[in-house]
Structures are given as structure tokens and as C-alpha cells.
């Protein structure tokens, strides 16, 4: 009679430290989700999408939306484990933040290699006034702001500026062509928010090219 009772303790011992075990492995895999870096790189995937990288950089932004996909997909499949583990998540989270992060960047590069190619092409198209095309019309003006440093050492003068107007009459390129260094760059800037009503050649809008001087006086 004691034996078949200490017998039975035993099993109970047994048992207990069975679901013991199977609590603490519970425990341990129930690791929280990696909710910032889920969230970065669902951040990271849309702004390349908001960047226009459907456009500029497609195959870019393909592989970012797999790669959230792939993220999604296993964050999905965790949620009908009993014993989950996100180190795999993690992984996916990085991932698809990095790819993101590449869709953008490839974007943002490509589009501004894409608009310098089309300002090039319309300052070689652009002409200068005279015959048929009149001198364009301002009617935003941008009045510069006289550096500082130029004004302390006292320096003055003028600066002589090539700028091309695009067919709708603004400043899409603008170079120094008689420079004084301290106030070059307060000139471009002014220059390049000025506006023009566009200048038409045979009831078409044309590019034009037009030198204007800016005068720092003390």
C-alpha cells in the first residue's frame, strides 16, 4: 500500500515538472514582436512608394514590396504558433527596411538624373531674343540678399548671370558669367526665383536664354 502511494507521488512529481517544463518553453518562446522594426520597415517600403519609385526605380521597389510581403507572411504565420519565436521576423523586418531604404535612395537619384537630362535638353533648345522673339517679360522679381561678409570687407560691384527661362517662364538653369566670389551665390539665388511670362515663338512657347546683371552697391 505504500509502495502504490509513493508510486503515485512519483507520477505526480513527474507530471508536474512536465507541465513545468512545457510552461517555461512556452514562456521562453513567446518572444514579443519586433514592433519597431516592423514598423520602420513598413515606413521605409511606403516612402520609396511616395518617392515615385514605381516609376523611377521599379524593379527597386518590387523587391522592397517582396520583402514586406515576406514580412507580413511570416508575422501572419506567427500569430498561429503556441510557441512562438521573431527572431526569423526580425531578420525579415531588416530586410524589408533596407530594401526601402534602396527603392528610395534609387528614386530619388533617378529622378534627378532624369531632370538635369530635361533641363539639359531644354537649355540646348533655348534661344536668345531678338528678330521675332522679344526680350521675356519679369513679373516675379527676387531682390538679393547682400552677404554680410561681402559688406564687412566692404565688397562691391557687379555680377553678370546667363539664365535660361523654360517655356513656362521659369529659371530652370542659371550660371555666373562675370563673377565676384562673395557675391555670386546671394545673385543665383535671387535669380533663380524669378518668374517670366512665357516668351512665344509663332504662337509657341520657347525656351530662351537671357544675361541679366545683378548690382551689390555699398
Not at 513545468?20 to 513598413?42: E, R
Not at 529659371?171 to 512665344?200: C, F, G, H, N
Request: net charge positive.
Amino acid at each position: 500500500m505504500i509502495r502504490l502511494k509513493e508510486k503515485h507521488i512519483m507520477r505526480v512529481i513527474v507530471r508536474f515538472r512536465a507541465i513545468a517544463l512545457g510552461l517555461a518553453v512556452t514562456v521562453a518562446g513567446c518572444a514579443s514582436p519586433p514592433t519597431a522594426d516592423v514598423d520602420a520597415a513598413k515606413a521605409a517600403v511606403d516612402r520609396a512608394a511616395t518617392d515615385h519609385a514605381d516609376q523611377y526605380a521599379a524593379e527597386s521597389l518590387k523587391a522592397a514590396q517582396d520583402a514586406r510581403a515576406a514580412l507580413d507572411a511570416e508575422l501572419k504565420a506567427q500569430e498561429g504558433k503556441l510557441i512562438k519565436s521573431y527572431d526569423k521576423t526580425k531578420e525579415l523586418a531588416v530586410a524589408a527596411k533596407a530594401a526601402g531604404d534602396k527603392a528610395a535612395a534609387d528614386a530619388v537619384a533617378a529622378k534627378e538624373k532624369a531632370d538635369a537630362a530635361a533641363k539639359e535638353k531644354v537649355r540646348l533648345a533655348a534661344v536668345r531674343p531678338g528678330g521675332r522673339i522679344m526680350p521675356p517679360k519679369k513679373i516675379k522679381d527676387v531682390q538679393p540678399v547682400y552677404p554680410a561678409l561681402a559688406q564687412s570687407a566692404r565688397v562691391s560691384g557687379e555680377v553678370t548671370i546667363e539664365a535660361t527661362i523654360g517655356p513656362d517662364g521659369k529659371v530652370i538653369d542659371a550660371k555666373v558669367v562675370r563673377s565676384i566670389p562673395l557675391l555670386d551665390e546671394a545673385a543665383l539665388t535671387a535669380v533663380r526665383q524669378w518668374e517670366y511670362l512665357p516668351t512665344m515663338l509663332n504662337g509657341v512657347p520657347v525656351p530662351v536664354v537671357v544675361t541679366v546683371t545683378i548690382n551689390f552697391a555699398r
